[in-house]
């Protein structure tokens, strides 16, 4: 039997979708096979103590391409952000794409609407008592939803991260799976603790595939805003489907169509159309082309009953447009990060992240920062922030500090909230400042010797801590006896970037293990000109500015104390 032939009958012991589109099927296949493996072996950081050079020997592919690809997400973060972002350009090569093949992001690349037609597959089709028949007014509510994400991000506020496709499914299969992968892989007790954020992402993954129970890729024909952006722009396509007149209107082009891309009169709505080709692959009489646009072909003419299109409302969208300005405004307000206001919380950032404001308008929240950080430093925002904070990535060192040997995370961000620092840049970003609490601090409360804090910091090449005497006791005379009192820990901020190695090592001892504190007694802080947040420069540079200006404040203070010894103490160099 020819090969052909074999290939042909497995295909259609696949189904019938994919004998009658094998190209597409497959095409799927491998996009959502790509996107699983980038997501959960690429970005898996683990096989190497040295992680960056891990992390680059394994990304042959960068791991942030799908979320790229989604057009939706550089548009409105560059709205938002009021800048250009790098990838724009990625996006306007998937437009481009489509000019040739209309909306075939979401009929051959998209994981989402993919994974979407495996749970329609497995579950939709039998469950039957949800099913909304024909077309209503909620066939057009993608082009609402998009019209008010763009008027969001242009007054500020980036709501990608609940609505756009890609950025929803990697956070919510990492908020879902990566738990798993770090138990069965690491060890259960790795699994860093859930927060209100996991519990919404999973509860909102769960309703959008759940949407097919209502109809086949629900989500993709009526809500999905990234799908609309695509099907604006197919109004300069190249190419698009036609129906000559040979067609014997049998249906079964309508009823195959995952996009209600077919009117009654087996025409097409090109809006809809994702030139999947199944339908011309399951038509009897090959009545069904995908040529260009302006081809000329024996169409078929209609003269029955009207289309039943339904209308794009100027109503619709300027009640999306207002509701948008409303709820962007409302965010700000009411449920945003207040940073103004002394009683703002300021999440610990990853290092290289750009300055708060700029990084929540940034940051779209999908998640794909927490899958490279090698110690879960990385977790996701509650509602600490309110609504305007929620997902985005904090440091969290009691649960762990920042790796000195890992760049992991500016490396996978599709949008630059985090830069893509080169290691020995991001080793002297600071994130922000260790502060000891000299109340609850063992030696500096004279309760008895520690120097956890100070062996880490060393371990990891900082030297950020070193020791000061405390509790100095004196003879009868008022003179300090000789080794007297305890050695204590005292930060040099000029050294120290706040990965957070000293406040793990103080909670997970003192407090975890010995019951000594209830938290630990050196904590990273940030906020209050703790910490660097630079949108553009070198951080090597502005440690070495800081250096030069320190030296140059204790030059002066001993020419105006008159001291002639030739020193610098080390904490200044």
């Known amino acids: 039997m020819p090969g052909h032939e074999r290939a042909r009958r497995l295909f259609r012991l696949l189904g019938r979708t994919w004998a009658a589109s094998p190209v597409r099927r497959l095409t799927q296949a491998v996009c959502l096979v790509s ?18 050079e891990h992390f680059a020997a394994k990304e042959s592919v960068p791991a942030e391409s799908f979320l790229v690809l989604d057009p939706l997400v550089s548009v409105s973060t560059a709205l938002a952000a009021r ?35 495996l749970c329609d ?4 089709r039998r469950v039957k008592r949800f099913r909304l028949e024909g077309r209503g007014w909620w066939v057009h509510l993608r082009y609402y939803l998009l019209a008010g994400t763009l008027v969001a991000s242009a007054l500020g506020v980036l709501l990608t ?23 069965l892989l690491k060890g259960a007790y790795l699994v860093p603790p859930l927060n209100a954020g996991h519990y919404v992402s999973a509860a909102l993954f769960f309703v959008v595939l759940s949407l097919g129970l209502l109809q086949p890729r629900f989500w993709c024909r009526s809500l999905c805003p990234t799908g609309a952006l695509f099907s604006w722009a197919s109004v300069f396509r190249l190419s698009e489907r036609k129906v000559i007149s040979s067609c014997i209107e049998c249906g079964r082009c309508a009823r195959v169509c995952p996009f209600d891309a077919i009117k009654a009169d087996f025409t097409t709505r090109h809006a809809n159309c994702t030139f999947c080709q199944t339908c011309g692959g399951v038509c009897p009489t090959g009545s069904i082309q995908f040529v260009g646009r302006w081809t000329a072909v024996n ?29 962007a405004v409302g965010i700000e307000r009411l449920c945003g990060a207040n940073l103004g206001s002394p009683s703002g919380v300021l999440p610990v950032r990853p290092p290289g992240s750009v300055p708060e404001k700029e990084f929540l308008q940034l940051c779209i929240r999908c998640g794909q920062c927490f899958q490279v950080c090698p110690n879960n430093v990385l977790q996701p925002v509650g509602f600490e922030q309110g609504l305007e904070g929620l997902w985005t990535p904090q440091a969290v060192a009691n649960w762990s500090g920042c790796e000195p040997s890992c760049n992991n995370c500016g490396q996978v961000c599709p949008t630059g909230a985090i830069r893509a620092l080169p290691l020995d840049e991001k080793r002297v970003a600071r994130m922000g400042l260790a502060v000891v609490d000299k109340q609850t601090c063992l030696p500096h409360a004279g309760r008895e010797a520690c120097q956890l804090c100070v062996d880490d910091c060393k371990a990891a090449g900082y030297n950020a801590i070193e020791f000061v005497r405390v509790g100095t006791e004196t ?33 997970r001892i003192n407090a975890k293990e010995k019951g000594l504190l209830r938290e630990s007694a050196i904590r990273v802080e940030a906020g ?8 553009k420069g070198s951080y090597v540079g502005l440690r070495e500015q800081e250096r030069k ?12 104390e008159g001291a002639t010894a030739d020193y610098l103490p080390d904490f200044l160099k």
């Open 35 to 52: 996107f699983v493996a980038l997501l959960f072996i690429v970005s898996w950081p683990y096989g190497s103590p040295r992680y960056a």
């Open 528 to 535: 209050a000109g703790k910490e660097d947040r630079l949108t």
């Open 161 to 183: 991260g609940f609505v756009a496709a890609i950025p929803l499914l990697t956070r919510g299969l990492l908020l879902l799976l990566q738990p798993l992968q770090i138990g």
């Open 299 to 327: 169409e078929r003419s209609w003269e029955g009953a009207p289309s039943q299109e339904v209308d794009l409302s100027r109503r619709g969208f300027l009640v999306s447009s207002v509701g948008a300005a409303g709820a």
């Open 83 to 117: 800048a250009w972002v790098w990838s724009l350009w990625w996006a306007g090569a998937a437009l481009l794409v489509c000019l040739v093949f209309p909306r075939g992001f979401c009929g051959y690349v998209c994981p989402l609407g993919t994974l979407m037609e």
């Open 549 to 560: 200006r320190r030296e140059a404040d204790l030059q002066k203070r001993m020419r105006e």
């Open 475 to 507: 003879d009868a005379d008022g003179l300090p006896l000789e080794g007297a009192g305890f050695l204590a820990p005292v930060v040099l901020p000029g050294k120290c970037n706040g990965c957070g190695l000293c406040q793990t090592r103080c909670y």
């Open 121 to 124: 597959w497995v579950a939709g």
